[in-house]
């Protein structure tokens, strides 16, 4: 009930393609849905955000897409950049508690 | 404005030692975390703390403790070190309000652990 299962575990994506990455979720609880972004040696650092009231959100080059029905929330980065090149997490959380339900990560690559 | 602090970057323990990972934030935030992150299996929440004085586990909490004396600082002590313990611990913090844990979490850069 708690988990957030995400794939691919790796991802290797030309420069200027599209790089899709999936996550889907069991507790229908979870009201909070965001993507972090991890450079190596860094901590993650928080990309983009939704919430179910909504069924996508854009921001530049990422958009989160969102079926609440199918319970399944995804990462696509258009016109990917060799920059974009790092690990992505999402996660879940609810509005009633404090635990932040994370996804195992897609270590994402560019080619130039 | 320095974020969120961690000390040391690096550590070598021996089993059965016991050390403190050292955590600071200069934002002002109630709710902060600890974090350990091992290949393939994302972050997961050890300890968790909602204001000065208030401390509760997360989903990993056995072998660690935690304090909160200040709303700066949130120190994460491991008691008697296992090799199981070998990972990078990540300290997060962010702001707490009506919504739980759906705000924004800063991370620190990190402490890479090994335990032998």
């Known amino acids: 009930q708690q988990q957030v299962k995400q794939s691919p575990q790796s991802l290797i994506v030309q420069k200027g393609g599209i790089s899709i990455i999936n996550c889907a979720y069991e507790n229908t609880a979870f009201d909070y849905f965001p993507w972090y972004q991890q450079f190596p040696g860094k901590g993650p650092a928080l990309l983009i955000a939704?919430?179910?009231d909504v069924s996508e959100k854009k921001e530049g080059r990422f958009t989160i897409s969102f079926n609440k029905s199918a319970k399944q929330f995804s990462l696509h980065i258009m016109d990917s950049q060799p920059g974009d090149s790092a690990t992505y997490f999402c996660?879940?959380?609810?509005?009633?508690?404090?635990?932040?339900?994370w996804g195992a990560g897609t270590k994402l690559i560019i080619k130039p | 404005n320095a974020g969120v602090t961690q000390t040391p970057k690096f550590q070598v323990l021996k089993t059965g030692q016991s050390m403190t990972l050292q955590c600071a934030q200069d934002m002002n935030h109630e709710y902060m975390s600890w974090y350990r992150q091992d290949p393939g299996m994302g972050l997961r929440l050890i300890h968790y703390?909602?204001?000065?004085?208030?401390?509760d586990q997360g989903e990993v909490p056995n072998g660690y403790n935690v304090s909160r004396s200040t709303t700066e600082d949130f120190p994460l002590r491991l008691l008697s070190a296992a090799p199981s313990q070998t990972s990078v611990y990540f300290c997060?913090?962010?702001?707490?309000?009506?919504?739980?844990?759906?705000?924004?979490?800063?991370f620190g850069p990190g402490t890479r652990l090994t335990v032998t």
């Open positions: 939704i919430r179910p």
């Open positions: 703390s909602v204001g000065a004085g208030i401390t």
């Open positions: 996660a879940a959380s609810s509005d009633s508690n404090y635990q932040l339900i």
């Open positions: 997060a913090s962010s702001y707490s309000g009506d919504m739980g844990s759906s705000y924004e979490q800063y």
